[in-house]
DNA sequence: GGTATATAGTGTACTTAGAACACTAAGTAG
DNA sequence: CTACTTAGTGTTCTAAGTACACTATATACC
């Protein structure tokens, strides 16, 4: 009876310590937790937007938070991000690449907790008219106006508009944001939009026409109060390195 | 008598858990276990080398491999790079960052293992004449010749050179590699090595003056069969961008 | 001491890419 | 049918990259 009891109170030590997200082991050796976080960007009225949730738990319930959760058993990180990407911002095959592995130990206070970080793009037709309405309420926000975000998220975004930035000028990423077919004048906004600055038009379909990255449709977009302007497609939408760029 | 036998068998199964580095958790929730790897460079004889270890324990017993281990508690990954720097290379201070985080289900036979890699750039001035001696035998190899390595450290050796002929392109990272005081040929080679092209002397000399990340010493290289050459150093010995690169 | 040898050090012409810049074209709105 | 809006197009100038060959100054060796 009295043992009884004390294998209760081990179960009940041991639980303690999952939640803590680690496992001591001989001399040092433990297991720090491991979530997965994505920061997943679009383009919906001329902004750079990143999907946010509210937490629906501590720590930091009801602060906007990056999309993200813990490994499964038997999931690698990108099948993590993945899965966080169909459940939260219900798309699939977008493009996504690993970030950064932030592992500052003050960045959770549950303890040590580490994140890979992924960043993702979608364009916009992609997803839905508006994402969930759970607790969690995912929706996108603007770049330019983050609040006070949980643990380092602010960070990471900021790593990852770095990443987005500096990717944009050596490959092909922008056809991940943009729909199928396109007119220049809308892969130029993309550029601009991401880069922070204005591009001379002349110069831009210059350099886009060298790079043969792109091709005409048979189609216009006509429609508008205005020329009909051609309509474009990428042809290849695979990640690849070019030369260079601006 | 016969619950104490019972706790007795709970413990084991814990230890055996956490010998698996999987601690599992209400509904797939687990702990991975979390490594860092650690690929060291230096430049010596004209050739660019990595620190590789001898595995003293299985798995992978006996294989060369990328000199790391699992995070301690309390400690950054970062940290605990810094670590392996100190014990298996025997310096501190050097050009460190982290690389990428390996965790495909596979590369480990032990279960759900991921190692976040770091990469480090070591001058060979640094490094005593022989690194130590004890089962694991630190060495450094010429990263042309790497036979068979333990889990997927080729992978991540790969990954780190692309990494490093990227970056020399358009960081100073270069001083991290190069002693104090140098000259133009050494600095030079440093390129050709790390780019595998040979590079026209002047238009090296012309790029990197323009640069203007170096200065002149009041020192020449003498007791050479030929004309003394002047030594340089670089202005700041911290990691920068440049605007470009060749 | 003189000669061979090895690496240090320097300048110019050509080619390619980037930057600056303004007008005409073709639709829709009213 | 006129006003308005965005589409579409070339040229000049400047900066950077590339290709290329000879002279300078030390030590090694005879």
């Known amino acids: 009876m009295y043992n009884s009891h004390k294998i209760g109170a081990l179960i009940i030590l041991i639980s303690i310590t999952i939640t ?6 001989k001399e040092g050796y433990f297991n720090p937790g491991v979530t997965v976080d994505v920061a997943i960007f679009t383009i919906e009225d001329n902004t750079l937007k990143i999907l946010l949730i509210k937490r629906a738990n501590e720590p930091f319930k009801g602060t906007p938070a990056l999309p993200g959760g813990f490994i499964h058993k038997g999931e690698s990180s990108l099948e993590t991000a993945e899965r966080i990407l169909a459940d939260k911002a219900g798309v699939k095959n977008v493009y996504i690449e690993q970030l950064y592995t932030f592992d500052e130990s003050e960045r959770d206070p549950r303890g040590q907790i580490i994140s890979i970080a992924y960043f993702a793009l979608v364009p916009r037709e992609k997803l ?4 969930g309405s759970r607790t969690e309420n995912p929706e996108f926000v603007s770049v330019e106006n983050l609040d006070k975000l949980a643990f380092d998220h602010k960070k990471i975004i900021a790593y990852a508009l770095k990443r987005l930035g500096d990717k944009i000028l050596y490959t092909n990423i922008a056809y991940s944001l943009l729909p199928q077919s396109f007119t220049f004048s809308q892969l130029q ?17 210059k350099k886009f026409i060298q790079l043969d990255m792109i091709e005409e449709t048979n189609e216009k977009l006509t429609g508008k109060r205005q020329r009909p302007a051609k309509l474009y497609r990428f042809k290849k939408k695979m990640p690849e390195k ?3 760029f601006f």
Chains 1, 2 share one sequence.
Do not use: C, V, W
């Not at 803590?20 to 082991?25: L, R, T, Y």
């Open 242 to 244: 070019l030369k260079r």
């Open 128 to 131: 839905g008219i508006h994402e």
């Open 20 to 25: 803590h997200m680690q496992s001591s082991k």
């Open 189 to 205: 906004k993309t550029y601009e939009i991401i880069l922070g600055a204005p591009i001379d038009k002349r110069n831009f379909r």
